[in-house]
């Protein structure tokens, strides 16, 4: 199954060329795509020169976020190749050939499998997918010290990753492969949101067309630690974006009531007013 990569670069040019130096040669890959996300640093500069018939560059007029920068990507590989699959990649991502060889392979025998992602290992710690964020999870995840915590209920139990393959609502998005046909089904990335919860919206809508997300237990990316978030965010910064999102996730997709709403956001003031005054901005 011919396979493109995305690759979606806002002034992390360093890290991107770094990727596309590891993955080039890749026989598993028809198409390399890098975006660029209309980068204020000299990013489109450095990275044409890698450009040729099998990696492509593209370069977004605005930085409208990371939905609307990926989908040009993901847009491009369906209607200008022959690509059924796509991976969507951070370019702080460090992956083997074998590990994408072995995640085409899982798609050519199950058809069931709409999208698809490996384990991730960052932070000192292993993400193998996660459950939708329920009312209670977005509550604890808005309260200040909090938040930390809220994470912890949407873990499926160690003891659930049995198989090789494993059902999950949500894959970490750093680093996924999917059915293009199946991205086109649920509309792609919703470019409504800037920046944070493109994982939990996609794994809504799958839900919402019944389609399935696995995790391979068997396999596993590194990723480094989303550098060009936490190098272009500050905390209060990023506090914001996260909230901003999630407000748009509860009211678009989960419906929320006007009454939940209020007292999401009750406590998101509270915790922001705090954190203006823990957090230097």
Known sequence: MKTGIVILNYNDYENTIKM???IKDYKCLSKIVIVDNHSSDESVEKIK???????????????KGY??????????????TECELAIISNPDVEVEESVIEELILDMKKNEDISFLGPKILEYGRITKGWKLPSYFV?????VN?????????????DDYYQERLCKVEVLH??????????????GYFDPNTFLYYEENIIGHKAKDKGLFSYVDTTLSVNHLGSKTVQKN???????KAIKKSMFYYE???????PIGMFFLKVIYYISLFFAYLTFWI
Do not use: W
Request: hydrophobic fraction near 35%.
């Open 145 to 157: 010290l909090l938040h930390r915590f809220s994470f912890h209920f949407q873990k499926y139990p």
């Open 233 to 239: 965010l500050r905390k209060v910064r990023k506090y």
């Open 173 to 186: 998005g750093c680093f996924f492969m999917a059915r293009l046909k199946d991205f086109k089904k649920v």
């Open 49 to 63: 020169p890698l450009t040729n018939k099998r990696i492509v560059l593209l370069e977004s007029k605005d930085n």
């Open 20 to 22: 596309v130096h590891q």
């Open 67 to 80: 939905a609307y920068g990926n989908n040009l990507g993901l847009k491009y590989l369906e209607k200008e």
């Open 251 to 257: 009211k678009e997709y989960n419906h929320l009531n």
């Open 138 to 142: 977005e509550m604890l995840s808005t």
